[in-house]
């Protein structure tokens, strides 16, 4: 189970307006779900090689003491996308 976000959903709506993300959005982030549903594990492995291959990302998902990615961490951002 993941911690509960430390932000609320009114927060969240502001976020929201400041970006002028609407319901057209909302409709459009649902109909791709068909589409990239079945894309997820090719999607995280593109994004998982750019963040260990690119030091200036690396810095943010590595471990402090060695400066490599993390892979328990990197390993839980994949069980964030599980279908």
């Known amino acids: 189970m993941l911690a509960r976000a430390p932000y609320s959903m009114a927060d969240l709506a502001a976020l929201q307006k400041s970006m ?3 319901a057209d959005d ?19 492995d593109v994004w998982c090689g ?4 690119t ?14 990615p993390d892979g328990a961490y990197l390993a839980a951002v994949r069980r964030r996308f599980a279908l």
């Open 20 to 22: 002028l993300f609407g």
């Open 26 to 44: 909302v409709a459009a982030l649902r109909q791709s779900w068909a589409i990239l549903a079945v894309q997820t594990e090719a999607i995280l």
């Open 50 to 53: 750019f963040a260990a291959s």
């Open 55 to 68: 030091p200036e990302v690396v810095v943010f998902f590595g471990d402090t003491r060695s400066g490599q």
